[in-house]
């Protein structure tokens, strides 16, 4: 059993606090120095000095959802894989049971990525990570003119 | 570090999931606050998994309810986004096409 | 406590500096001077660069989320510079000895891009936002491979504890281990014990050479995750005018500038750490020319400290070095570009890294 | 002739499979079947009586005093430490039960022949018709619960379709409404029925499971043996083979010590002894279908709503179902709780005699007054039950025959009408004994029986009602003497609603509220003799010849008398 | 894990070998993974006419985890992988049923309407996540493990969430989230409820002695607060009151096979753990009152609720509502006949609403909706459809002559001895509205009847032949019904084979 030893913690937690401590501290030192002279034309959303139109917050490309959603399958997965990953291979472990334990555990943990793996493989034939996914629009214009005449001009 | 102290988070944290639950509206506030009811959880069960006496069952337990949550979300903001692109809200009260 | 200071400390200085290298390779590379009015040959250039900004004006747009904005960066800095806590840098000195090291520092780490979320969406700009959602794509697209190869050398290190990573690559791993034993190439049935001869040769790299496309891997990954050349796009500023923190200015975009020098630090002491032997020295004992010993003094003592910290210390600038060359030699990837390579090579290959991995560690016992 | 009761019971639903598998195209074979093997069943039914043995004289709650009795293993199942369960295939009949079937298969009989002009999707009507037969002649001689549950509910669905797809404008309603009434009390008895499984065994079966050495004993001796090791803790809970046969159940050394419904009742739900509140249960159940105020409303609506022949059946059979149970179950299983609710059966009774004349008067539309009327006497029935004496009982079986051959006179008689103008209403007639003399001499007659004019069966019924009422206050007090007295009045009224139709309908002035009407009001057809003339032969027969259905019911009565009585003071 | 080892006194090979073992007995859960890996890899490598291959993989697939489950048969309870399945001839008959369940599911699509068809055998997902699904059933019938419970429940949930929302129209968005969104919270709920239940006992093992010896010591009233929320995510895979809430919304825009799935294999294998729980709970805490406060509210909400139902679907929803409320009883008996009795309601129940939502399905591809109103006059112009619907109809309200009528009787048989026996007044209360809300539920059960045969064809052209498939596959489904009415006792008696001790 790992045991969490406090007092390492609590150095952690003393440089997590530092650093917040540390920003802080400098963004009051700031605060004292610095000017403040708001104006509108200031505070308005940079946009390469064109004027904003509507709001930022609309919708985006569904396929960063994607995205998001694969790396949550594998980070869950990296989860699993640390604890394994410190036993599987353990000497004594391995040694007690002649090899067993290793073999055992490393069956179980490729059954458990094969699948995952499978997981990315339907992903990826799905063509969920292609960013720019190739979409044919037909049209359903029917033109008296024939197609080829527009091909013609076309190239 | 007193049990109690960990029990009481884990009780304030599944509060605060349980009134965001309840009180509001838009639907990954709530899932949200699901998350939070899962990780009160999550503490008491890595908090009881001191006492364990036969092994680290809670901390096991603990690492299943983060994946499962993870999927859980992933779902669950799927159907968010699905919800979205029909009705152009994400809020639950005006999701109530179906009723009966 | 020291390590906090000196960690802060150094962190501080090593941007200052750092900046002005990149200024300064950045030049070289393309065969101009880079700064040079302040101080002698531009060393004060940062400098000034950081009084400037802590004096300038700290805009909060008027349709920002101010909630969200204003702790953005801090949340950033926080998360980075948390990720130090765990590393030692030499064999006696270092933050927070925990046996779950490199797990909590990935963990933490992994926060910062909950900072800049923050940030793009705080700021309601549509560049903020793009550039805020393509790094996060990008990153954690790129933590899929770095976490795996960090799982490798788990695998062949049977250990969280970075400290107990290090001490496996050199020769003072017996001083903590009686028993333990270093074949060369990590195979056992060769036969060829290389514990007393460290150096190198006991570098993740070379006892385990699986673990070479690992650091490969990891390096590229690493580029990604600190938001580097080629891995840039979302400051793209050509096209996204540095992305998600172009609506920040004054010191809030100080500490996100700070926060990325930092990242590039620390991954390049976690790179030094995992494959290439930490605070140990590259030199070998060769028979009786006991250059590793000699080059790194005994765990504790001062000049095992001091051994420590400068074989450390070089190996990340280093790295850091290689990755502002990297920068300013490849071009920049295109976002599908940069997709692909993550999801459909690194992926892939960290997979069956990690499944060699696991073989490999059964060769070695 | 084997298994008579069986060929009874499942000739109608072979006859309805025929139709169901006869095609579209052989339309006019759906009558035909229906009506022969509704006849046969008539026959065979008539054969039956022909011979069944008046002097047989046991206990009621013996195998013995049944004749005709069929008894096969229908299925059982261990219920693990609590004994098995077992179910029986079982027929039979006896003095309480021979009356019905007869007057089942009568009434069906006739109403196949008034289904005669039904057009509509004719397969599916005789189909549901036959079907409709099978479950209330199964429902009259089934002697294990779970089988007459079976026919009992099962006579729901074919009734609900009747009434629901051949019905008048309010056909939906009625049907629903009929429907959840007879459900509900259907609930009632299913409740009961779980708590007396439970609480019964089965004591031949059990001897058998228990392995008890019987060789050289007769049946008798074995039970008894099998209810002294009961009762003495002897024989283990899982050997006990729990019973439906309603036999069985009549008799309290059956009843498993320490059972819920154990005869010693110490078991009490909300405070009151558990035996009672079954016996209420079951009385209420049977109740509403029999029916009696308050749960009477379903009534008027179904009749109204229901085509003629279904009327005819609803009130010449389905209702007797009702009194029928009340004797079977509820009196025979626990006569502790008849005799301690005596009067408040006499009171609902009374008040139903009276409540339904007085509604009877107030109708306007001629099938919701006989539906009424119909309430109104089977207030007699629950009166004579009261009364826990001989005279009493037999007149509430005699009540109950009459009261079938009656009302489905008086329903045919409407749906006479009803079939020439479609319309009921008492106030658009006047004066039809001058355009149709034969119709106006057939409903006189069927109203006089009806009103219990001596000479009709009627008569008979309800005279014998009222000995069996006034002599209760004398031999047990179950119910008070006040009761019959206001009892009587019913009779009063009952003449009275009759008389004043009569009055309103048929004498003065020949006059209808339609023209139209007149080329349709015809006189009765051959169709209409053939079902008419047999019922008023028969309830002039009953009213002048009584002996003819008390000897096939005395023996038993008395026996069932005997059987309940130990408990009156 | 070590830990855990060196405590049982096990050494590791044996360990091994013990799970090495273990996987024998998984047979049915490694075909149906098999199953569902074998559609994934269809599905990736060929790309035109797969329908066949995945209506013939998972239809081999299922029949096979049927028959495997068939053979395990034996009246030994095996204990796997250190305690945390129990594998008793109880599992295995529920997992036949489910497998049958799951062709059936099969079936339904396959003689849906076109969409229908179209989901399940166009692409791989759904049938991939039906297998998920039943997995996840399957687990949930054997766990001993509360940790291994929340992963089954979590399972059947996701696949369900999925099979809901992820595809399809604006209902059915609605409906996936609203599902999604009480799953999860249900779920949250369970765990800090398991969370507490693990702090008392130390232990999440169901079956072992400090489980038991630590509910016994524990206060009454905490332990009712954390049973209480460990059951909430029980009952919402139950659909019982009050987290019944999703279902009407959910089985409305599904469809219709999918329903007919949700409608009984997760509500079974949730019934199984609670049946469970409340067996392994010490006498000290009395589940009576809080299980029989669920179960009249079940009823009585489900049936009310459905009274006024236009879908035949939503009211269908309503029905599980309250036949969840039935099944409960047997469990709220807490005796040998009390249990025979749940499995035996549950498996008609199984049987009936399969029957049910087939037919509904075969009505639907006539008319393309599933609104009671849109029944009008088809039972006369498809009269044999239309007497099995009545059939099922019945069973369902639970009239004789079905099987329906039987499981109700004996549920409340086993609840009228229990009653007999502890005189327990929430026992009587129990009973007296379970049973007349069986009159209750004969208001809307009823109105499907009276559609089909009350009302006249609507002439709206509809092509209303049927399809001689159709009345085969119905008259299957119904059969059972009828013969487990008239022979109940061949199925009690197997069930008298069936061991209920864990």
């Excluded at chain 5, 035109?48 to 034996?74: D, E, M, P, R, Y």
């Amino acid at each position: 059993m790992i045991e969490p030893s406090v007092t390492e913690f609590s150095t952690i937690l003393l440089f997590i606090i530092g650093a917040i401590v540390f920003v802080t501290v400098g963004l009051f030192a700031a605060r004292i120095i610095r000017p403040s002279k708001p104006n509108y034309e200031k505070l308005t959303t940079y946009e390469s000095g064109e004027d904003t139109i509507g709001n930022a917050w609309g919708q985006f490309n569904m396929r960063f959802y994607v995205v998001a959603l694969i790396f949550l399958l594998f980070e869950v997965e990296i989860i699993y894989l640390f604890p394994w990953s410190v036993v599987f291979g353990d000497k004594n472990l391995v040694e007690g049971t002649d090899g067993a334990w290793g073999w055992f555990a490393i069956t179980e943990m490729f059954v458990f990525i094969v699948v995952l793996a499978l997981g990315l493989a339907y992903a990826w034939a799905k063509g969920y990570l292609d960013w720019v996914r190739p979409q044919q629009k037909q049209t359903d214009f029917k033109s008296k003119i024939p197609a080829s005449a527009y091909n013609k001009y076309k190239s | 570090m007193p049990l109690n102290f960990v029990l009481f988070l884990g009780a304030l944290l599944f509060c605060a999931g349980l009134y965001t639950v309840i009180t509001k509206k838009n639907t990954i506030m709530v899932l949200v606050g699901v998350e939070l009811m899962l990780n009160a959880a999550n503490v008491n069960l890595v908090a009881f998994s001191r006492f364990d006496a036969v092994g680290i069952q809670g901390q096991v337990f603990a690492l299943f309810v983060i994946t499962v949550a993870a999927a859980e979300a992933a779902i669950g903001l799927a159907l968010v986004v699905k919800v979205y692109q029909h009705f152009q809200t994400a809020n639950i009260d005006e999701i109530n096409e179906l009723k009966g | 406590m020291y390590a906090f200071l000196f960690f802060l400390n150094f962190v501080l200085i090593y941007t200052v500096f750092a900046v002005y290298a990149e200024r300064k390779i950045s030049a070289f590379i393309q065969d101009r001077y880079g700064p040079m009015e302040t101080g002698y040959y531009g060393l004060l250039q940062t400098v000034a660069d950081l009084l400037k900004l802590i004096q300038k004006e700290d805009i909060v747009p008027l349709r920002a989320d101010k909630k969200l904005f204003k702790p953005a960066p801090l949340i950033i800095f926080t998360s980075v510079f948390a990720g130090f806590s765990v590393l030692p840098l030499t064999s006696g000195f270092g933050g927070s000895e925990t046996d779950l090291g490199i797990f909590f520092l990935l963990a933490i780490v992994s926060l910062d891009i909950f900072g800049m979320l923050l940030a793009g969406w705080g700021s309601n700009s549509k560049y903020a936002l793009f550039g805020a959602m393509r790094s996060i794509s990008q990153i954690i697209s790129y933590e899929i491979p770095l976490g795996l190869m960090v799982v490798c050398v788990v695998m062949i290190s049977q250990t969280l504890s970075l400290q107990e990573i290090v001490y496996q690559q050199g020769v003072w791993w017996t001083s903590i281990q009686p028993d333990a034993v270093n074949y060369l190439f990590g195979v056992k049935s060769l036969g060829v014990d290389v514990t007393d001869i460290g150096g190198l040769l006991t570098w993740n790299i070379i006892r385990v050479p699986l673990l070479i496309p690992a650091f490969l891997i990891f390096y590229i990954a690493s580029l990604a995750e600190a938001n580097r050349a080629p891995f840039d796009i979302p400051e793209a500023e050509s096209e996204l005018v540095a992305g998600f923190q172009v609506e920040y200015s004054g010191f809030r975009w100080a500490m996100i500038m700070l926060s990325e020098y930092g990242l590039m630090l620390l991954v390049s002491f976690l790179m030094a750490i995992l494959f290439l032997g930490g605070w140990n020295t590259p030199l070998p004992n060769i028979g009786g020319v006991e250059l590793a010993k000699w080059t790194s003094g005994e765990p504790g003592t001062i000049a095992g400290h001091l051994w420590g910290a400068f074989w450390m210390i070089s190996k990340a600038l280093l790295l850091v070095a290689s990755q502002m060359w990297v920068r300013w030699t490849f071009p920049r990837l295109r976002l599908d570009q940069l997709m692909n390579l993550s999801w459909k090579y690194l992926t892939p290959a960290s997979i069956l890294l990690v499944l060699l991995s696991a073989l490999y560690r059964m060769l070695m016992i | 002739m084997a298994h008579l009761l069986s060929f009874i019971v499942f000739i109608p639903l072979v006859g309805g499979l025929l139709v169901l598998l006869t095609p579209k195209t052989y339309e006019y074979l759906y009558k035909v079947v229906t009506l022969s093997s509704l006849g046969l069943t008539l026959l065979l039914s008539i054969y039956l009586v022909a011979g069944f043995d008046t002097g047989l004289q046991e206990a009621i709650n013996t195998e013995q005093q049944l004749q005709f009795a069929e008894k096969a293993d229908w299925f059982s199942f261990s219920l693990g430490s609590l004994g098995e369960i077992s179910v029986d295939y079982f027929l039979g009949v006896d003095g309480i039960n021979v009356t019905m079937l007869v007057l089942a298969a009568l009434v069906l009989f006739i109403g196949a022949i008034s289904s005669w002009n039904i057009k509509k999707h004719q397969k599916g009507y005789f189909g549901l018709y036959l079907l409709l037969s099978t479950s209330v002649l199964g429902c009259f001689v089934a002697l294990d619960f779970f089988l007459f549950y079976l026919f009992f509910e099962f006579m729901l669905l074919p009734m609900y379709f009747l009434i629901g797809i051949w019905g008048g404008p309010r056909k939906e309603y009625a049907a629903i409404k009929f429907f959840l009434y007879t459900l509900v009390g259907s609930v009632f008895i299913l409740i009961v029925m779980i708590g007396l499984y439970n609480s019964v065994y089965d004591p031949l079966k059990t001897a058998e499971a228990a392995n008890l050495s019987v060789s050289g004993m007769n049946t008798e001796q074995i039970i008894e043996a099998v209810q002294q090791q009961v009762e003495s803790g002897a024989i283990a809970k899982e050997d006990l083979v729990k019973s439906f046969n309603m036999l069985h159940m009549a008799n309290d050394a059956n009843y498993i010590p320490g059972s819920f419904l154990d005869k010693a009742g110490l078991s009490t739900v909300f405070g009151q002894p558990a035996r009672w509140i079954a016996f209420l249960a079951l009385l209420i159940g049977f109740a509403i279908k029999l029916p009696s105020f308050p749960f009477h409303t379903w009534l008027p609506d179904a009749h109204v709503e229901a085509p003629t022949p279904i009327s005819v059946v609803l009130a010449g059979i389905l209702l007797k179902i009702g009194g029928y149970g009340i004797i079977r179950t509820a009196y025979a299983m626990f006569p502790d709780g008849a005799y301690h609710y005596a009067w408040l059966i006499g009171f609902v009774g009374i008040f139903s005699i009276i409540y339904g004349a007085m509604n009877a008067l107030a109708q306007k539309d001629l099938k919701k007054l006989i539906a009424y009327s119909s309430v109104s006497h089977m207030g007699f029935v629950l009166l004579g039950l009261s009364a826990m004496t001989v005279e009493g009982i037999s007149g509430a079986m005699y009540q109950m025959f009459s009261h079938g051959l009656i009302s489905a006179m008086l329903f045919l008689l409407v749906g006479v009408l009803y079939d020439r103008t479609h319309d009921r209403m008492i106030e658009n007639y006047g004066g039809l004994a001058s355009q149709l003399p034969k119709f106006t001499v057939f409903v006189t007659i069927a109203f006089f029986a009806s009103l219990g004019l001596p000479g009709f069966s009627g008569f008979v019924a309800e005279l014998t009602v009222f000995i069996g009422a006034f002599k209760s206050e004398a031999t047990n007090g179950a119910i008070p003497f006040w009761m019959p007295i206001v009892g009587t009045l019913g009779l009063i009224l009952g003449a009275g609603y009759y008389l004043w139709t009569l009055q309103r309908m048929f004498m003065g002035k020949f006059w209808v509220k339609d023209k139209h009407w007149l080329s349709t009001l015809k006189d009765l057809e051959l169709r209409e003799y053939i079902m008419l003339v047999p019922l008023v032969a028969l309830t002039l027969l009953f009213g002048i010849y009584p002996a003819l259905l008390f000897d096939l019911i005395n023996a038993s009565v008395i026996s069932f008398v005997d059987h309940i009585s130990p408990l009156a003071k | 894990m070590r830990a855990v080892l060196a405590q049982q006194n096990i050494s590791l090979t044996n360990f091994l070998n013990q799970v090495a073992e273990g996987l024998g007995y998984l047979q049915p859960e490694i075909t149906l993974v098999a199953t569902l890996i074998l559609l994934l890899l269809f599905d990736l490598i060929f790309k035109k006419n797969k329908a066949f291959g995945f209506t013939a993989i998972a239809s081999i697939g299922f029949a096979l985890v049927g028959v495997l489950a068939l053979l395990q048969w034996s009246s030994e309870t095996v204990s796997l992988f250190g305690g945390m399945l129990s594998l008793t001839n109880f599992s295995l008959l529920l997992k036949v049923a489910f497998s049958f369940g799951g062709l059936v599911t099969l079936l339904i699509a396959w003689r849906g309407k076109d969409e229908i068809k179209a989901e399940f055998f166009k692409s791989g997902e759904t049938l991939i996540m039906l297998a998920a699904l039943l997995l996840g059933a399957f687990f949930m019938t054997m766990t001993m493990n509360l940790l291994l419970v929340y992963v089954s429940i979590e399972l059947v949930s996701i696949a369900s969430y999925i099979l809901t929302g992820l595809t399809g129209d604006r209902k059915r968005s609605e409906a996936g989230i609203k599902y999604l969104i009480f799953g999860a919270a249900s779920s949250a709920i369970m765990l800090y409820g398991m969370s507490w239940l693990y702090g008392f006992t130390g232990t999440l093992q169901l079956d072992s002695d400090s489980f038991y010896a630590g509910l016994t010591a524990v206060p009454m009233l905490p332990l009712i607060i954390a049973m209480v929320l460990t059951l909430a995510g029980f009952l919402f895979k139950l659909g019982a009151f009050p987290l019944h809430i999703w279902s009407p919304d959910v089985y409305e825009a599904t469809p219709t096979p999918t329903v007919a799935m949700f409608s009984a294999i997760p509500k079974l294998a949730a019934l199984t753990i609670v049946f469970r729980l409340v067996q392994l709970t010490p006498d000290t805490f009395d589940w009576v009152p809080i299980l029989t406060i669920v179960a009249i509210a079940s009823m009585t909400v489900g049936n009310f609720s459905a009274l006024w139902q236009k879908d035949a679907k939503r009211m269908l929803a309503y029905s599980s509502i309250a036949h969840a409320g039935f099944l409960l009883v047997g469990i709220i008996t807490h005796s040998e006949t009390g249990n025979e009795a749940m499995l035996f309601y549950g498996l008609v129940y199984l049987i009936m609403n399969f029957a049910a939502f087939f037919l509904i399905n075969q009505f639907e591809s006539i008319t393309g909706s599933t609104k009671i109103d849109s029944l009008k006059g088809l039972g006369r112009s498809m009269p044999f459809a239309g007497v099995l619907m009545v059939l099922v109809m019945v069973s369902l309200t639970g009239l004789p002559p079905t099987a329906g009528f039987n499981a109700k009787l004996y549920i409340f048989s086993a609840l009228w001895e229990a009653f007999g026996q502890q005189e327990n007044s929430w026992l009587l209360w129990l009973f007296i509205f379970g049973l007349f809300n069986t009159v209750v539920s004969l208001f809307y059960y009823l109105k499907i009847p009276y559609m089909l045969f009350f009302k006249e064809l609507q002439p709206n052209g509809i092509q209303t032949k049927g399809r001689s498939a159709d009345y085969i596959i119905g008259t299957l489904l119904v059969l059972p019904l009828l013969l487990l009415f008239f022979r109940s006792d061949w199925f009690v008696d197997l069930m008298n084979t069936i061991n209920f001790v864990f």
